[in-house]
Protein backbone atom coordinates (compact mmCIF):
# COMPACT_ATOMS: atom_id res chain seq x y z
CA UNK A 1 0.00 0.00 0.00
CA UNK A 2 1.17 3.87 -0.22
CA UNK A 3 2.68 5.55 2.27
CA UNK A 4 0.31 8.42 2.56
CA UNK A 5 -3.90 6.83 2.59
CA UNK A 6 -6.21 9.58 2.51
CA UNK A 7 -9.63 9.51 3.86
CA UNK A 8 -12.21 10.08 2.69
CA UNK A 9 -11.58 9.04 -0.61
CA UNK A 10 -14.36 10.98 -1.90
CA UNK A 11 -16.25 14.22 0.28
CA UNK A 12 -19.05 15.97 -0.71
CA UNK A 13 -19.86 19.21 0.79
CA UNK A 14 -21.96 22.81 0.17
CA UNK A 15 -20.30 26.09 -0.35
CA UNK A 16 -19.43 27.89 2.52
CA UNK A 17 -18.73 24.48 5.28
CA UNK A 18 -15.81 22.99 6.01
CA UNK A 19 -14.11 20.32 4.55
CA UNK A 20 -11.35 18.42 6.77
CA UNK A 21 -9.22 15.23 4.80
CA UNK A 22 -7.20 12.87 6.52
CA UNK A 23 -3.81 11.14 6.06
CA UNK A 24 -2.40 8.79 6.98
CA UNK A 25 1.41 7.40 6.80
CA UNK A 26 3.76 4.23 7.76
CA UNK A 27 6.77 5.19 8.17
CA UNK A 28 9.40 8.26 9.55
CA UNK A 29 9.46 11.43 7.79
CA UNK A 30 11.24 14.81 7.46
CA UNK A 31 8.11 16.79 6.37
CA UNK A 32 4.40 16.15 4.68
CA UNK A 33 3.11 17.87 1.77
CA UNK A 34 -0.40 18.67 1.01
CA UNK A 35 -1.21 19.14 -3.16
CA UNK A 36 -4.36 20.00 -4.99
CA UNK A 37 -5.30 18.51 -8.77
CA UNK A 38 -7.98 19.67 -10.71
CA UNK A 39 -9.40 17.37 -13.05
CA UNK A 40 -7.13 17.42 -16.02
CA UNK A 41 -4.17 19.40 -14.51
CA UNK A 42 -1.17 18.69 -12.62
CA UNK A 43 -0.42 18.62 -8.90
CA UNK A 44 -0.27 22.20 -7.56
CA UNK A 45 1.76 22.79 -3.60
CA UNK A 46 -0.46 23.62 -1.33
CA UNK A 47 1.12 23.58 2.39
CA UNK A 48 4.61 21.80 3.68
CA UNK A 49 4.54 20.84 7.53
CA UNK A 50 7.81 19.52 9.16
CA UNK A 51 7.66 16.91 10.81
CA UNK A 52 8.71 19.06 14.37
CA UNK A 53 5.73 21.08 13.42
CA UNK A 54 2.03 20.42 14.76
CA UNK A 55 -0.13 22.91 13.10
CA UNK A 56 0.53 25.36 10.36
CA UNK A 57 -1.85 27.91 8.38
CA UNK A 58 -2.06 29.22 4.74
CA UNK A 59 -5.05 31.49 3.89
CA UNK A 60 -8.38 29.21 4.55
CA UNK A 61 -6.16 25.94 4.89
CA UNK A 62 -4.85 24.52 8.33
CA UNK A 63 -2.38 21.72 8.42
CA UNK A 64 -2.05 19.86 11.47
CA UNK A 65 0.27 17.03 11.78
CA UNK A 66 0.54 14.08 14.86
CA UNK A 67 4.00 12.15 14.45
CA UNK A 68 3.00 9.87 17.39
CA UNK A 69 -0.33 8.75 15.52
CA UNK A 70 1.52 9.16 11.91
CA UNK A 71 -1.40 11.27 10.43
CA UNK A 72 -2.09 14.70 9.22
CA UNK A 73 -5.23 16.42 8.27
CA UNK A 74 -5.73 19.21 5.73
CA UNK A 75 -8.97 21.55 6.65
CA UNK A 76 -10.52 23.93 4.13
CA UNK A 77 -12.40 26.44 5.78
CA UNK A 78 -16.07 28.56 4.31
CA UNK A 79 -15.39 26.07 1.22
CA UNK A 80 -16.20 27.63 -2.20
CA UNK A 81 -17.00 25.71 -5.49
CA UNK A 82 -13.54 26.41 -6.92
CA UNK A 83 -12.31 24.18 -4.47
CA UNK A 84 -13.70 21.26 -6.13
CA UNK A 85 -10.68 19.22 -6.42
CA UNK A 86 -8.55 16.25 -5.73
CA UNK A 87 -6.13 16.81 -2.76
CA UNK A 88 -2.99 14.61 -1.99
CA UNK A 89 -0.26 14.10 0.80
CA UNK A 90 2.68 13.46 -0.08
CA UNK A 91 5.70 12.35 2.14
CA UNK A 92 9.25 13.08 2.49
CA UNK A 93 11.25 10.80 4.24
CA UNK A 94 14.29 12.88 4.06
CA UNK A 95 17.85 12.39 3.56
CA UNK A 96 18.56 9.48 0.81
CA UNK A 97 15.77 9.26 -0.98
CA UNK A 98 14.53 13.04 -2.14
CA UNK A 99 11.53 12.32 -3.69
CA UNK A 100 7.81 12.38 -2.24
CA UNK A 101 5.59 9.38 -2.04
CA UNK A 102 2.25 10.48 -2.55
CA UNK A 103 -0.94 9.58 -1.18
CA UNK A 104 -4.21 7.78 -3.15
CA UNK A 105 -6.00 11.31 -2.90
CA UNK A 106 -9.50 12.65 -1.75
CA UNK A 107 -11.89 13.87 -4.40
CA UNK A 108 -13.45 16.90 -2.76
CA UNK A 109 -16.82 18.09 -4.79
CA UNK A 110 -18.03 21.54 -3.17
CA UNK A 111 -21.48 22.30 -4.34
CA UNK A 112 -22.32 26.43 -5.17
CA UNK B 1 5.43 33.00 -13.91
CA UNK B 2 7.84 30.26 -13.99
CA UNK B 3 6.21 26.84 -14.87
CA UNK B 4 7.37 23.15 -16.41
CA UNK B 5 5.96 22.58 -19.57
CA UNK B 6 5.64 19.46 -21.30
CA UNK B 7 5.50 18.51 -24.37
CA UNK B 8 3.20 16.42 -26.23
CA UNK B 9 0.20 17.75 -24.06
CA UNK B 10 -1.94 14.57 -25.54
CA UNK B 11 -0.37 11.76 -27.27
CA UNK B 12 -2.22 8.82 -29.50
CA UNK B 13 -0.24 6.00 -30.70
CA UNK B 14 -0.81 2.23 -31.84
CA UNK B 15 0.54 -1.13 -29.75
CA UNK B 16 4.29 -0.93 -30.57
CA UNK B 17 5.27 2.59 -31.31
CA UNK B 18 8.40 4.70 -29.79
CA UNK B 19 6.78 7.36 -27.99
CA UNK B 20 9.12 10.06 -26.40
CA UNK B 21 7.74 12.82 -23.77
CA UNK B 22 9.36 15.93 -22.90
CA UNK B 23 9.73 18.09 -20.18
CA UNK B 24 11.51 21.50 -19.40
CA UNK B 25 11.96 21.83 -15.70
CA UNK B 26 11.98 25.23 -14.31
CA UNK B 27 15.14 26.77 -14.16
CA UNK B 28 17.46 26.92 -11.28
CA UNK B 29 16.11 23.64 -10.19
CA UNK B 30 18.17 20.93 -9.83
CA UNK B 31 15.88 18.28 -9.44
CA UNK B 32 13.55 16.44 -11.94
CA UNK B 33 10.88 13.76 -10.91
CA UNK B 34 8.68 11.49 -13.51
CA UNK B 35 5.18 10.08 -12.51
CA UNK B 36 2.35 8.09 -14.08
CA UNK B 37 -1.11 8.61 -13.10
CA UNK B 38 -3.69 6.12 -13.42
CA UNK B 39 -7.13 5.88 -11.94
CA UNK B 40 -6.19 2.50 -11.06
CA UNK B 41 -2.88 2.64 -9.14
CA UNK B 42 -2.83 6.63 -8.66
CA UNK B 43 0.22 8.55 -8.59
CA UNK B 44 3.15 6.73 -9.23
CA UNK B 45 7.29 7.51 -9.39
CA UNK B 46 9.18 6.39 -12.45
CA UNK B 47 12.52 8.01 -12.11
CA UNK B 48 14.02 11.02 -10.39
CA UNK B 49 17.14 12.95 -11.37
CA UNK B 50 19.50 15.51 -9.76
CA UNK B 51 21.68 17.31 -11.22
CA UNK B 52 21.19 15.32 -14.34
CA UNK B 53 22.52 11.97 -12.75
CA UNK B 54 19.61 9.61 -12.24
CA UNK B 55 18.91 8.93 -8.78
CA UNK B 56 16.24 6.23 -8.84
CA UNK B 57 14.57 4.76 -11.35
CA UNK B 58 13.44 2.04 -9.47
CA UNK B 59 9.88 2.39 -10.52
CA UNK B 60 10.14 2.59 -14.36
CA UNK B 61 10.21 -0.73 -16.54
CA UNK B 62 13.60 -0.89 -17.55
CA UNK B 63 12.44 -3.05 -20.59
CA UNK B 64 10.56 -0.82 -22.32
CA UNK B 65 11.33 2.76 -20.34
CA UNK B 66 14.05 5.23 -20.25
CA UNK B 67 14.38 8.22 -18.66
CA UNK B 68 17.45 11.18 -19.55
CA UNK B 69 18.31 14.67 -19.25
CA UNK B 70 20.76 15.15 -22.18
CA UNK B 71 20.47 18.93 -20.94
CA UNK B 72 19.64 20.91 -17.68
CA UNK B 73 16.17 22.28 -19.80
CA UNK B 74 14.88 19.09 -20.92
CA UNK B 75 14.35 16.23 -19.19
CA UNK B 76 12.62 12.90 -21.79
CA UNK B 77 10.66 10.04 -21.02
CA UNK B 78 10.96 7.07 -23.81
CA UNK B 79 8.98 4.20 -24.02
CA UNK B 80 9.79 1.77 -26.44
CA UNK B 81 7.65 -0.26 -27.36
CA UNK B 82 4.35 1.01 -26.39
CA UNK B 83 1.68 -1.06 -25.07
CA UNK B 84 -1.96 -0.26 -23.80
CA UNK B 85 -0.85 -0.82 -20.15
CA UNK B 86 1.20 1.97 -20.58
CA UNK B 87 -1.97 4.53 -21.05
CA UNK B 88 -1.74 6.71 -18.40
CA UNK B 89 -1.11 10.80 -17.76
CA UNK B 90 2.64 11.53 -17.41
CA UNK B 91 3.77 13.78 -15.27
CA UNK B 92 7.01 15.79 -15.14
CA UNK B 93 7.75 17.98 -11.89
CA UNK B 94 10.97 19.90 -11.19
CA UNK B 95 11.69 20.15 -7.21
CA UNK B 96 13.69 22.53 -4.62
CA UNK B 97 14.82 22.38 -1.81
CA UNK B 98 13.30 24.34 0.69
CA UNK B 99 14.56 25.42 4.53
CA UNK B 100 15.43 22.46 6.86
CA UNK B 101 15.59 20.20 3.91
CA UNK B 102 12.06 20.29 2.60
CA UNK B 103 11.19 19.61 -0.59
CA UNK B 104 8.85 21.22 -2.94
CA UNK B 105 8.00 19.86 -6.52
CA UNK B 106 6.37 21.95 -8.92
CA UNK B 107 4.41 20.11 -11.27
CA UNK B 108 3.79 20.13 -15.51
CA UNK B 109 0.75 19.75 -16.72
CA UNK B 110 0.77 16.16 -18.10
CA UNK B 111 1.01 14.29 -21.18
CA UNK B 112 -2.06 12.25 -21.70
CA UNK B 113 -1.03 9.00 -23.33
CA UNK B 114 -2.94 6.84 -25.26
CA UNK B 115 -2.12 3.30 -26.50
CA UNK B 116 -4.39 1.65 -28.84
Known amino acids: SQQGEEDPQALSIQEGENATMNCSYK?????LQWYRQNSGRGLVHLILIRSNEREKHSGRLRVTLDTSKKSSSLLITASRAADTASYFCATDKGAGRRALTFGSGTRLQVQP | DARVTQTPRHKVTEMGQEVTMRCQPILGHNTVFWYRQTMMQGLELLAYFRNRAPLDDSGMPKDRFSAEMPDATLATLKIQPSEPRDSAVYFC??????????????FGPGTRLTVT
Open chain 2, 93 to 106: ASGLVVAAGGFEQY
Open chain 1, 27 to 31: TSINN
